[in-house]
């Protein structure tokens, strides 16, 4: 955290004397900032329970009075996410703040559980996809064009490079998640899965279904 304040603290005092310039520099929107961000770090803060309505890309109706213990705060491709403890469900789930409404801090505080360790319980996921499986021992070849920027943005923490003359394998120890496959396509032919078997299958299945998209086989 306080790496990423002295980060921001640097780039807002740059930025503060640009603005005659202002109209040629282009920066990312992190939406999910602006309503709820303050609201939920007090909860966080305070161990207090977080009341709010939700709306999933997944479902067309939205989720009402949904209440959790907050965990943890994680950012993630320009969102932020929460990931707290389901009252009702009696689970550990995550939420977007960008599709929170009407939130509202509650009254009852919580106390985490002695045995539960916020960093622990993300290390070995790629982003925002918390699950209970093993991590898995994985191996991704990239070109030697792609290992540069691989190089200068790690995927994950545990990454690990082996230079070879024309790619570079990159180990990882990490769960094996939608978003993760996700990553892995979007860096197209410049990479390969070499193993798991597992990560391989459901990077072939993806790539697969994508084809179905166009009719191809």
Do not use: C
């Not at 939406?31 to 999933?56: D, G, K, M, N, W």
């Not at 993630?76 to 009702?88: C, S």
């Not at 990490?174 to 892995?184: K, S």
Request: charged share 25%; aromatic share 10%; glycine share 2%.
């Amino acid at each position: 955290v306080t790496d990423w304040l002295l980060n921001s603290a640097a780039m807002s005092n740059v930025l503060s004397s640009v603005r005659d310039v202002s109209e040629r520099i282009f920066l990312e929107d992190v939406p999910s900032a602006r309503l709820y961000l303050s609201q939920v770090i007090s909860a966080l803060r305070e161990q207090l329970q977080l009341h709010f309505t939700y709306r999933p890309y997944t479902r067309v109706n939205p989720t009402r009075d949904v209440v959790i213990e907050p965990y943890f705060l994680k950012i993630f491709k320009q969102r932020w996410y929460v990931t707290g403890l389901n009252i009702r469900d009696k689970i550990i789930k995550t939420y977007a703040l960008d599709r929170m409404e009407d939130v509202a801090i509650g009254s009852e505080k919580f106390t985490i559980a002695p045995d539960f360790d916020a960093e622990n319980f993300v290390k070995d996921s790629f982003g925002i996809v918390f699950t209970q499986a093993d991590p898995h021992d994985v191996l991704i070849r990239a070109n030697t064009r792609r290992a540069k920027y691989m190089r200068a943005l790690p995927l994950h923490h545990s990454q690990r490079e082996e230079i070879h003359d024309s790619f570079s394998d990159f180990h990882y120890r990490l769960r094996l998640t939608p978003d993760f496959v996700q990553e892995i396509l979007s860096l197209g032919p410049d990479v390969k899965v070499i193993s798991p078997p597992e990560l391989k299958a459901m990077v072939t299945e993806a790539l697969r279904s994508a084809l179905d998209q166009y009719g191809l086989k």
